[in-house]
């Protein structure tokens, strides 16, 4: 038996450079081993201010943008999170099972909600539940996610303890999160302190999958380097080039070590021609599919459907499981 695992993004701004290297290229190596299903998670999306017609290109735009970046519908089951209403369901019965007090933990809330001081909406305090039913309804067993996922995390496992605790079932299975080595964690180009994020106001900050070569090159070039010359990864004092030997190495394989020897003497605009270079290559091919794809919505439609079906179908019967086990009546037929 393989392996299930399964991962979203939230449909928010582009997929960026971030996204990419964080989450959606360790999707794709994981795909021949395991039994994935990678979903958009449009639910979410809603914690923040959406502009309906804005919301349902960008729907098509990253399922498009999913399948240009390698993932294959055949070998994964790709769909719409409010295409299985399952999701919100289980969500409910989850919801009144966790305790505010974990919630108030959680640090991202605290971020955006600092960010979004107009709109501290009571779903962007308990999406972190809504997660944890997209996890459990597959019985996933991994959750390829960047660095800034863990705690949603650990509490989708704590979220598992509480159940078994109040029902004395053991439905779910126990997910671990997996993280990338190189990559877990891209951080903004302008701001090397905190990390690149699709919803930034700034769009300096981040490169996105399908943005015009010209406009990375730039955006790259004008990225924020330290203070000193010489091109060595050092987190600390040296956050700016940290970054950029990062997501070269994360783009080329090439070990952060073999890249400082490389650029020995030389200065951080050699490093940031270069590095532009690669990733407007990297991203070349991607753009060029997602270009053909995003004209053919019914193609993109139909993929919607067979993918929310084969999640649906597995999503019914942990759902149907936890109904019976808190006392529910199945509706008869
Ligand atoms: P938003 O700005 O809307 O919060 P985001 O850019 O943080 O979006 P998400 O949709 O929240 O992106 O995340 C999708 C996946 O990408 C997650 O697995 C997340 O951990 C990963 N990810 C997001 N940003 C980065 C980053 N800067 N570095 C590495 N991984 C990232
Ligand atoms: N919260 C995630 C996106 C997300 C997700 C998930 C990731 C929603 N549900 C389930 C993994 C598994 C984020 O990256 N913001």
Not at 74 to 93: A, D
Not at 102 to 117: G, S
Not at 142 to 164: A, T
């Amino acid at each position: 038996m393989k392996k299930t695992i399964l991962s979203g993004s939230t449909v928010t701004g582009d997929l960026t450079l971030g996204n990419y290297i964080g989450a959606i290229h360790n999707w794709k190596q994981l795909q021949d081993q395991y039994d994935c299903l990678y979903f958009l998670a449009d639910l979410h999306a809603l914690t923040t201010t959406q502009d309906p017609s804005v919301l349902k290109n960008r729907i098509y735009s990253f399922f498009a943008q999913y399948l240009a970046l390698g993932l294959d519908p055949k070998k994964n089951v790709i769909f719409v999170q409010s295409h299985v209403h399952e999701h919100t369901e289980l969500n409910w019965i989850l919801t009144c099972l966790t305790p505010m007090g974990y919630l108030n933990r959680m640090t991202q809330f605290k971020e955006k909600a600092e960010k979004n001081i107009k709109n501290i909406n009571a779903g962007l305090f308990t999406y972190p539940v809504l997660m944890a039913a997209d996890i459990l309804l597959y019985q996933a067993d991994l959750v390829p996610v960047g660095e800034d996922q863990r705690q949603h995390l650990e509490l989708c496992r704590d979220i598992v303890g509480f159940f078994e605790r109040a029902y004395q079932k053991d439905i779910f299975k126990m997910p671990e999160a997996h993280i990338g080595k190189v990559g877990a964690r891209i951080m903004s180009l302008q701001d090397p302190l905190k990390k690149m994020s699709k919803s930034d106001d700034n769009e300096k900050n981040f490169v996105s999958i399908i943005e015009d070569p010209k406009k990375i090159e730039k955006k790259i070039k004008s990225a924020a380097t330290d203070s000193g010359t010489e091109i060595q990864f050092d987190e600390e004092n040296k956050p700016g080039v940290s970054n950029l030997l990062t997501l070269y190495s994360a783009l080329t394989g090439r070990t952060i070590s073999e890249l400082e020897q490389a650029y020995v003497g030389k200065m951080y605009g050699h490093l940031k021609v270069d590095l532009a270079e690669v990733v407007i290559e990297t991203l070349k091919p991607v753009r060029a599919q997602y270009d053909d794809l995003i004209k053919n919505q019914d193609y993109l439609d139909e993929l919607m459907k067979s993918g929310a079906e084969r999640a649906q179908a597995r999503a019914q019967k942990t759902l149907a499981q936890v109904y019976q086990a808190i006392g529910l009546v199945a509706r008869k037929n």
